[in-house]
Each structure stands twice: as structure tokens, then as C-alpha cells.
């Protein structure tokens, strides 16, 4: 019985220690949103004021000062959530948090953009009827790698660090079609919530960070949007001061263009290339939208009556309404100092009578000393198509180092390195092992099956 009470008092001790170490550092609660093709200054006489020290940059677009007791906790695991609520919006929209530095104690306040800002989270609301339940969507991140930005001594010391929220919304359907919208501009409301499990009290200088795209609208027939009109290529050249013991590029695209055979209903193979080394691929859209459907109160959306089979949302569907959009993280491992050339091809895009883009932010970071310690799930390395006829493509968001192809009984048939889709289409039909080697070292061991 004593031992008993002396691990149950143990657990409890674990426990609270644990409760201690949790940081909520609460930055937006509930701020409302308006009407993002208008004026702040078309919609004076109905906008909400907000708390002092949040600002309107525009009519979809709020921000704050994060302070410096607020950043000092923003270490740690971290977690980023994000709650939308219904307003007067019924629509699947875009909408994304991201960080603005601005000079030191700047006596006016910023124009976005004049200063250097990157994006850190980006999400779809989804079609809600703000008379039904669910009224509000979450939406969760984990962005540990944040840390090093909000840590850095250099940075802290340079620049004011201010937390946007920007949910771009339309209230036009819903003033028809959602009872209690008639004539209204307004169209959501924001939460932003970060979770830490560590408090910060030395900042680091080991750290680099260069900011790259800035939701750039890449498309393949505006001057300066693609690099040659006609083809959907994008490239940046940036330069590395010094050797790095660790470093990753930090990515975000989404795909829009809701006219007929649109950019928003074809899931395009996208190649991301480092000094022209790929070093990942990827293919936007979940295999379902089904766990999303709850979110989907109001019924002008793709959801409809009946539920859809996975090659159904396959087949036309690059996000779900009430989804987050997936943050690439790149990881590089070890770089040497010198000039690097980003590129990002989408061949197959199409851009039916121009219109659609692909909004694409980008920031590198890195360290001369350390890891950037990004641990990845046996989920973040996938393999398809399984089963495969002739070649397979191995999706990461981490850059691979090498892969290798073996019997079931461990006799290695392939071994190559630095590829991203291997050809099989000479292997006996039958059960194979595939290893994969990442550039951090992960290693994921997986099964598929020749026809």
C-alpha cells in the first residue's frame, strides 16, 4: 500500500511539474474580420473597434506588438492554434498568421509592405452557416522551429517582432443566403493561441534566417510572377554568410483558380530544386475530405449531401474546406557558405484563361552550431503509388540522402542517392523493402508490393 501512495505521489509531482511547464500565450481572441475586397475607410461606421494595441492593416488583416515577456516563452515545443469563427462569410476562403519585423521601437506604425514579414501558418475556412453548430473551425501547428526566430539575439535586438492574423472574407452570398446577414460586411473572427513548453532566458546568436517569398503569386502569365512566361518556374538566389552545421527551407503553396478545369481542381506535381539538386516533390490535396465534413454547416460547398469516396476527392479537390495547408519543411542538414539557387517548377500547370496562383512563401533558416531538432513521424516519409507497376515516388519533407531497394530477404537490389522516384518496372512481381535515408538521419523502412 505505501509503495502505492509513493508512485501515485510521484505521478503527481510528474504531473504538476509538467502543468508548470506549459505556457498559453494568448495574442488574438476573437477579433473580427470584414468584407476584403472593401475600404477601412468604406466601412468606418460599422467596424468594431479593437483592444488597445491591435492594429487594423486592413479590412482582413490584424496585427499586434508580441512583447518581450511573450516572446521569451515562445521556446520549447510549440504549438500554434488557430480558431475561426462564423460570422457573415459562408464561403471556403484563404487565411494565414504571419510575422512582421519592424524597427526597433518605430514611432508609427507599419506599412506591410515596407517591412520584411513571412508567413508561419496558412489555412481554408470552410462553408459556414453561423446559425448552426459547429460555428468554429481549429486549426493546429506545430512550429518548434519558430524558436529559433523568436529566439535570436540578433533579431530580437534589430527588430519589434508583430503577430498578423489575415482572414480575407467576402460576405456578398451569405447577406442572401444566411439568415441574419442581410446588408452585414462582417465576415469572421480570428483566435490565435500559442502552447510552449519552455521559457526562453538566454537568446541565442548561432542562428541564421533569410527571409524569400512573401506570398508571392506565382503563375505562369504575369511579368515577374514566373520567371518565363509560359512556364510555371520560379527562381530566387540567395547567399549563405557562413558554414552552417544545420539548416531547412521552411515552404508553403496552395493552388487557386476555381474556373472551369482551375488550378483549385488539379493536383499538380510540384518539384522544389536546391543549386538544381531536387530535394523534394509534392503533390497538394488530402486523401479525404470526409473529416472535414462536420465544419461544412452550410450547404453551397463541394461537401453536397453524400459522402464522396477517396478517388472522388481525388479526383478534383486540392484542399478541403476547414483543412490547414501543409508547411514543407526542407530539411539540408549541413551547408557550406556560399550562393544557393532555389527553384520551383510546376510543369503541368495550366492556368485556364489566366486566372488562378499559387501563393508561395519561403524563408531559410539555419545554425552554426547545433540542430534545428525537427522530429519526423514514420507518416512523413510516403511512398506511392503502393502497389506499383513500373516506378514510385518517395514523398518528405525532408531532402533524401539515399534509398535502397531490397529482396524480403535482404538482398539489396537498388541503392542510389539524392532521388526522389525510383523504376522497378523490371522487378519480378512480389514483396520488397524500401529504406530511405533523409538528410537528418531519419531512417523509415517500408514494404510495397510489385504487380
Known amino acids: 500500500m505505501i509503495k502505492k501512495v509513493l508512485f501515485f505521489l510521484a505521478g503527481l509531482m510528474i504531473f504538476s511539474a509538467n502543468l508548470k ?8 481572441d476573437k477579433v473580427l474580420f470584414y468584407d476584403g475586397y472593401n475600404s477601412l475607410e468604406a466601412l468606418a461606421s460599422e467596424i468594431v473597434p479593437l483592444p488597445e494595441g491591435f492594429f487594423r492593416l486592413k479590412t482582413n488583416l490584424i496585427t499586434t506588438k508580441l512583447s518581450e515577456e511573450q516572446l ?19 464561403y471556403d476562403r484563404l487565411g494565414n498568421v504571419n510575422i512582421a519585423f519592424v524597427d526597433k521601437d518605430a514611432e508609427e506604425l507599419y506599412n506591410p ?57 467576402v460576405p456578398y452570398a451569405a447577406n442572401t443566403q444566411v439568415a441574419g446577414c442581410s446588408g452585414r460586411s462582417d465576415t469572421f473572427y480570428g483566435s490565435v493561441t500559442f502552447n510552449t513548453t519552455a521559457a526562453n532566458n538566454t537568446l541565442k546568436n548561432n542562428n541564421v534566417f533569410i527571409p524569400l517569398f512573401m506570398k508571392h503569386n506565382l503563375n505562369n502569365y504575369q511579368e515577374g510572377a514566373t520567371d518565363t512566361i509560359g512556364k510555371t518556374i520560379k527562381n530566387k538566389l540567395f547567399t549563405i554568410e557562413k558554414n552552417l552545421t544545420d ?62 469516396t477517396d478517388a472522388q476527392w481525388q479526383s478534383f479537390s486540392n484542399w478541403c474546406p476547414g483543412d490547414v ?12 557558405a556560399g550562393e544557393y539557387l532555389f527553384t520551383i517548377d510546376v510543369p503541368t500547370a495550366v492556368f485556364v484563361e489566366q486566372q488562378g496562383y499559387f501563393p508561395l512563401s519561403l524563408y531559410f533558416q539555419g545554425k552554426t552550431s547545433g540542430i534545428l531538432n525537427l522530429i519526423l513521424k514514420e507518416n512523413d516519409v510516403i511512398i506511392s503509388p503502393n502497389p506499383v507497376e513500373s516506378s514510385f515516388s518517395i514523398e518528405t519533407s525532408v531532402m533524401v ?36 535515408e533523409l538528410a537528418n538521419g531519419y531512417k523509415s523502412v517500408q514494404k510495397i508490393i510489385k504487380k
Open 401 to 436: 540522402k539515399s534509398v535502397t531497394v531490397s529482396t524480403i530477404t535482404g538482398q539489396q537490389l537498388i541503392s542510389k542517392e539524392r532521388v526522389s522516384s525510383i523504376d522497378v518496372s523490371s522487378f519480378a512481381s512480389g514483396i520488397y523493402l524500401v529504406s530511405v
Open 113 to 169: 509592405n515596407e517591412v520584411q514579414r513571412i508567413e508561419i501558418a496558412r489555412f481554408i475556412t470552410p462553408f459556414m452557416n453561423k446559425n448552426r453548430q459547429p460555428d468554429t473551425v481549429p486549426y493546429v501547428f506545430q512550429v518548434d522551429y519558430l524558436q529559433h526566430i523568436f529566439q535570436d539575439k540578433n533579431l530580437r535586438e534589430q527588430y519589434d517582432f508583430w503577430l498578423e492574423l489575415d482572414i480575407f472574407g
Open 21 to 28: 511547464s506549459q505556457n498559453v500565450v494568448s495574442v488574438f
Open 247 to 308: 539548416a531547412q527551407l521552411v515552404l508553403i503553396t496552395s493552388n487557386h483558380g476555381a474556373n472551369s478545369g482551375g488550378e483549385e481542381y488539379n493536383r499538380r506535381w510540384h518539384y522544389i530544386y536546391l543549386n538544381n539538386d531536387e530535394v523534394l516533390r509534392y503533390r497538394p490535396g488530402r486523401t479525404s475530405c470526409e473529416p472535414f465534413r462536420v465544419y461544412n454547416t452550410q450547404g453551397n460547398g463541394i461537401y453536397g449531401n453524400s459522402p464522396r
Open 325 to 336: 495547408i501543409d508547411t514543407h519543411i526542407i530539411q539540408l542538414g549541413a551547408m557550406q
Open 72 to 90: 521569451n516563452l515562445l521556446s520549447g515545443n510549440i504549438k500554434l492554434d488557430v480558431v475561426v469563427k462564423a460570422a457573415c462569410d459562408n
